[in-house]
């Protein structure tokens, strides 16, 4: 880590792809317990694919060819759901993705391309299928292992048992008890006998201030870590105590200090980035914003409105809006050593697909593909975005990815390759101050600056419309190139003014002298 900053300097030059393992690519080598459902047939709640770890080892020259840096792993421990969100052992690595073994192989065929890999660590809930839960269920008010959660122990001491598989009436005890305003998790308390998160009785809430509990899960997260892990993403970070987080960042570090430790948390929150917990945050905020500009003509509001996490925050907005709003999520809201590691996605497996949110519009991905590519924080590609995949909200959105190249765009796939590469060939785009240089209707320009280095010019044009930025030039396109610009043009008016011409739904990333 530099001693210049609080956050690990790799983060500022990696492009994250974002993995769902079931979903991506299984391979031989994992033994497969029984029959699974079919890799192309439209994914189930509870269905299973076959990916595994292997699979990803396998397919690590298709991401390298990318321009693929960093992998961000949904959850590979131990667990009886296909998302893994249900943990049942913190210190297993799910047989179904191939075991330790496979995490091993994985981690060594990256390391030994320069490729980092990030964990999913869901230390806010359990599986009912976790072994100290399971003790409290089979053993009552006899467990030692009852302050791990946030159990009712009068109803056990009065000879009542825990109800982690709740029949259909108890299950509508629970929601005609959260109906009622009841907290989340207190309708569980009540009715199961445990605070499950947000209610759901598979997901036993961890009581993160009991010391053992604590110490499990913060020995887990070493635990991988010296296995050779490179950080973890952490899920819904603000539903446990500050006090764990800045402890978990003290014992992270600890073993490793380039560790990358990004929360996700929704909202914009700069409290949290102030360098005692947290690196960087998943940067939805960026999201909404993006969605909003670049796909404004198109957006499927009803596949907005299932996005219960931000569909209050994308509606339509114009380029003066999307101008401002960049610059203060770019220069404003956060410290500048987080702000250049913030994991800047445009989806994933908690939202519909990119396209489909655009009403399945590719100039929308292409348009939002070169902000992502050319403003601070570590771009995150969720798997198959780049081929055109298409879904809506869970389950739809975390297909089977087709290994066929046929089902392809391969020409999407060529662009936004393009732009990773150009992103990794200008240090302007990964550490440039960054400042809107004119705006008008449906289009707007901005720049990238970093003393040293060639700026980055960025014109973009969302509306149905032909457009033209006029703004001065001040050196920044003197003797320009032009290596991702479709449709636009440059025109120099004799003095210090440059217009960008732009066609409709069209934009370009400019490199300035």
Known sequence: MSQLSDTPAWVRDAVFYQIFPDRFASSERVAKPGPLEPWDAPPT?????????????????????????????TPIFSSASNHRYHT????RVDPLLGGDAALRELLDRCHARGMRVVLDGVFNHSGRGFWPFHHAVENGIGSP??????????????????KPYPSVAERREVDEAKAG???????????????????????????TDHPPMREHLLAAAE????????????DVAEEIDAGFWREFRRRVRAVNREAYIVAEIWREKPQRLTGDTFDALMNYPLTEAILSFVAAPVLDMEVVATQHEYSQFVQPIDGGAFGARLEHLLTVAYRREATEVQLNLLGSHDTARFLTVAGVDKASLRLATLVQMSVPGAPCIYYGDEIGMEGRHDPDSRRAFPWQESAWDTSLRSYIQAAIRFRAEQPATRRGRMRVLA???DAVAYALELA????????????????ALSFEQRGLLESAEAPLAASTSVRRDGGPMVTIELAPRSGGLYLGR
């Open 45 to 73: 709640f509870h269905g299973y694919k076959g990916g595994d770890l292997l699979g990803i080892a396998e397919k690590l020259d298709y991401l390298a060819d990318l321009g693929i840096s960093a992998l961000y792993l």
């Open 88 to 91: 049942y052992d913190y210190f």
């Open 145 to 162: 292992y009852l302050d791990w959660f946030y159990i009712d122990r009068e109803r056990l001491a009065g000879g009542g048992w825990l």
């Open 181 to 207: 305003g009841l907290p989340p998790g207190e309708a569980s308390l009540r009715v199961l006998g445990y605070k499950a998160w947000w209610d759901l009785p598979a997901l036993p809430k961890l009581n």
């Open 223 to 234: 635990h991988w870590l010296r296995f050779g892990i490179d950080g973890w993403r952490l």
């Open 439 to 441: 705006a008008a209707g």
């Open 452 to 467: 040293g280095s060639p700026s980055v010019v960025v014109a973009l044009n969302a509306g149905t419309g032909a457009a």
